[in-house]
């Protein structure tokens, strides 16, 4: 890591913080490449100079007293200078992506889940996510990747895979999903004599009209919640791979079209694996996420006692303290301008290596497919919508990286052997690639 005096000379220039007007000092070396304030810790691009700084006529201060240095991850270092005259900068030599904030909005600041954000770009997008996310946290509490997976899914056209143990309240999210959104609901309890035609439906003999009518099924709906989905054989499983694909059923050569937008959530208990069958490796690929929904925090569980406590009952609660905020058709068309959120070339080629690495890696026996690739493009594309960007930045790929890739890999028989878990073999693989400068 270079170094950078922290005292003027010929070769070095002088530029304000754009977000605190402290007055920062680096060599001339340092032009267009990124460096941290060490007052306000933003981080930007360092601009041209119009002219060099003059050297200080002042005697250098002691050692004892000499200001900290801040360094960023390129090495630049500035000086703890006070700022005596505030000048605008010259423009800066770097070229954002097209319709990227400037370097003033590019400042980080933390978005949803802990990314750090870089503009609001896409502010209609940002704000329709944050009224779901507000309404769905009036009544149920906690549980912030389920949300969030969830969400990216919907407006990414996927669907997701919950694995927990009962009483999560996966039943109540849905349920205050769909009222959020004002779409239609509906659950499946998957047993082991849960037929096909259970769930997609059936023709049935009209005797009036001495005809077979199709009956639909519970999969008609537009958020269907698939409860203990492994409970069911394979050949009910079947039935739901062109329903989770193509969005519709074909009954007696007769396809009928599903209602848009369609959300699978199914749901498997990671503990019991009596009287259950595993998924085919077809339909665990068609799911986006699998997502892990842990135990609440002490905190979550004692605000779910309290909002319980009067025992009022659920549907009450449902009509009269959680509102419609959008409508399917506002989903579709937001999920259509998402996109239109750009994905710079670069970023293609670190989700292509990710994907593939999976495949050569020792650990794993099975890697992941191409449709993972696509799911993560998606995933964040959306992502950098709900952050009210119009650009993909490696943060949103790097944050749903593992609920992506968890259920589409397996390890090999050494590795369970030597108890290697799947997303600590995933983590490792991730931070072995390269991330790239967009």
Do not use: W
């Amino acid at each position: 890591m270079s170094s950078f005096p922290a005292t003027g000379s010929s070769t070095s220039i002088e530029f304000p913080c754009t977000q605190c007007g402290r007055r920062l000092q680096v060599t001339r070396d340092a032009i267009g490449r990124k460096a941290q304030c060490p007052e306000c810790e933003s981080v930007q691009t360092v601009p041209e100079a119009s002219q060099p700084t003059p050297p200080p006529a002042v005697t250098p201060p002691a050692p004892s007293s000499t200001p900290t240095l801040s360094a960023s991850d390129d090495g630049i270092a500035f000086s703890d200078q006070p700022i005596t005259q505030s000048a605008p900068a010259a423009p800066s030599s770097y070229s954002p992506p097209a319709n990227a904030p400037t370097s003033r909005q590019a400042d980080a600041s933390t978005g949803i889940s802990g990314v750090k954000q870089y503009g609001t770009v896409n502010s209609q997008t940002r704000a329709l996510f944050e009224r779901i996310r507000n309404e769905i946290h009036k009544l149920f509490v906690g549980q912030d990747e389920l949300v969030l997976g969830t969400l990216v899914a919907l407006f990414s056209g996927g669907h997701v895979l919950i694995e927990s143990v009962p009483g999560l309240g996966k039943t109540l999210f849905v349920r205050t999903l769909g009222r959020v959104l004002g779409c239609e609901f509906g659950r499946i309890q998957f047993t082991a004599d849960l037929m096909p035609s259970d769930i997609t439906g059936a023709p049935i003999f009209n005797v009036k009209t001495q005809e077979f009518e199709f009956r639909p099924g519970p999969v008609f709906t537009q958020l269907l919640l698939a409860d203990e989905i492994n409970r069911a054989p394979a050949k009910t499983h079947a039935a739901l791979l062109e329903t989770m694909q193509e969005y519709r059923v074909t009954i007696d050569g007769t396809s009928h079209e599903l209602e848009r937008p369609f959300l699978v959530m199914a749901t498997q208990n990671p503990i019991e694996s009596e009287g259950t069958y595993n998924l085919p490796e077809a339909q665990l690929d068609r799911f986006m996420f699998k997502l892990v929904a842990d135990y609440p925090g002490e905190r979550e569980e004692a605000d779910i006692l309290r909002m319980h406590s009067q025992q009022t009952d659920i549907n009450k609660r449902l009509e009269q303290e959680v509102e419609t905020v959008t409508s399917p058709s506002e989903i579709l068309n937001t999920a259509q301008t998402n996109a239109n959120v750009r994905v710079d070339d670069k970023l293609v080629d670190y989700i292509n290596k990710v994907v593939r690495l999976t495949r050569s890696a020792p650990q794993l026996h099975m890697g992941a497919s191409p449709r993972a690739g696509l799911a993560l493009m998606r995933g964040a594309r959306t992502l950098a919508a709900f952050a009210g960007r119009d650009y993909a930045v490696p943060d949103d790929v790097v944050e749903i990286a593992l609920s992506t890739l968890r259920h589409r890999v397996s390890l090999t028989a050494e590795a369970e052997v030597e108890g290697h878990l799947v997303d600590d073999v995933l983590t490792q693989l991730i931070r072995s690639v390269e991330v790239p400068r967009i």
